[in-house]
């Protein structure tokens, strides 16, 4: 596999990680050489900085969502030396309550660092598209 695939694969990690709420492979995912280093922007969050922050939140977003399912497009991955840049779209649709699914759009770029072991992410930010902005983007 290239240095592509390897990033986009870790990427893909990140939301199967969110999508199965294995808190284990979430923590697989995330730099911790540089634990300082990382940095997380939830939707509508302030900025966490630092590893023990990020995956705790992580864990409390989990716990708290019965279903999530990511649909990811226009996923582009740059590599530059052991810097890998992805970013993407999620489209995603999640349980709001027991008999209907909302969807929500998000652009996010994920930082990835190349480690001894592989890719890991040290920076996710994900930013919400609102309604009208959403629908301009997809050509509506």
Known sequence: MS???DARAVNASLYEAF???DVDRMQRVWDDVAPDAVVCVHPGWPMLRGLGPVLRSWSAVMANTEYIQFFLTDVRVHVRGDVAVVTCTENVLTEVTDAAHAGATVVATNVLVRRPDGWRMQVHHGSP???????EADGG
């Open 129 to 135: 598209v609102l309604g009208r902005l959403a629908d």
């Open 3 to 5: 240095d592509v695939d």
């Open 19 to 21: 999508e199965t709420a």
